[in-house]
């Protein structure tokens, strides 16, 4: 049974860090590529980041662009999200997902870590 | 950036069909994706490649996508399809994109 979970959140003040990670397991981690979408309170869906399987490239979204960075560890089957210089706004759940492939979507969620950006 | 537009809430009778729009400049271009979600649950993919259902997903929902807009189906919609819905696409430039999300209301 494919199994994501995610920890790492909590309140943080603004221009503070965070390392969110997900755990994953019940397939072969490296094998796939791995996305960070989060859900602002009340709000949608909004894609944060991608990384591959294989040669660990990745993609941002703008709004995220040189504050994030994801990273994955295969021998961990581990995902991690670093999240720098927080504002008010990146205050959200933070999903991780799994993308078999570019025209296959999101295919399994985690059930999501809380990040509350607060003074 | 990409953007993409969807209504932001769509009523239906049980048994009836609910048809969710999703509006995006040559989307019909692009691969679209849905997702289901339920109040304080996970999104879970429903529809993936335009129109193909993962494993475990009712037949009920359908979709299609051509030109600039693409449109998840439900038929026979029943009480448990209330939910909130999303739409996504691959954009080369832009990666993933999220629609703004619809609500539908099953009454």
């Known amino acids: 049974e494919v199994q994501l979970l995610e920890s790492g959140g909590g309140l943080v003040q603004p221009g503070g860090s965070l390392r969110l990670s997900c755990a994953a397991s019940?397939?072969?981690?490296?094998?796939?590529?791995m996305s960070w979408v989060r859900q602002a309170p009340g709000k949608g869906l909004e894609w944060v980041s991608t990384i591959s399987g294989s040669d660990a490239s990745t993609s941002y979204a703008d709004s995220v662009k040189g504050r994030f960075t994801i990273s994955r560890d295969n021998s961990k089957n581990t995902l991690y999200l670093q999240v720098n210089s927080l504002r008010g706004g990146d205050t959200a759940v933070y999903y991780c997902?799994?993308?078999?492939?570019?025209?296959?979507?999101?295919?399994?969620w985690g059930q999501g870590t809380l990040v509350t950006v607060s003074s | 950036s990409y953007e993409l537009t969807q209504p932001p809430s769509v009523s239906v009778s049980p048994g009836q069909t609910a048809s969710i729009t999703c509006s995006g400049d040559k989307l019909g271009d692009k691969p679209a994706f849905w997702y289901q979600q339920k109040p304080g649950q996970s999104p879970v993919l429903v529809i993936y490649q335009d129109g193909m259902r993962p494993s475990g997903i009712p037949e009920r929902f359908s979709g299609s996508n051509s030109g600039n807009t693409a449109t998840l189906t439900i038929s026979g919609t029943q009480a448990m399809d209330e939910a909130d819905y999303y739409c996504?696409?691959?954009?080369?430039?832009?990666?993933?994109?999220f629609g703004t999300g619809t609500k539908v209301t099953v009454l």
């Open positions: 997902a799994r993308r078999p492939g570019v025209y296959r979507g999101f295919d399994y």
């Open positions: 996504q696409a691959w954009d080369s430039s832009s990666s993933y994109v």
């Open positions: 019940g397939f072969t981690f490296s094998s796939y590529a």
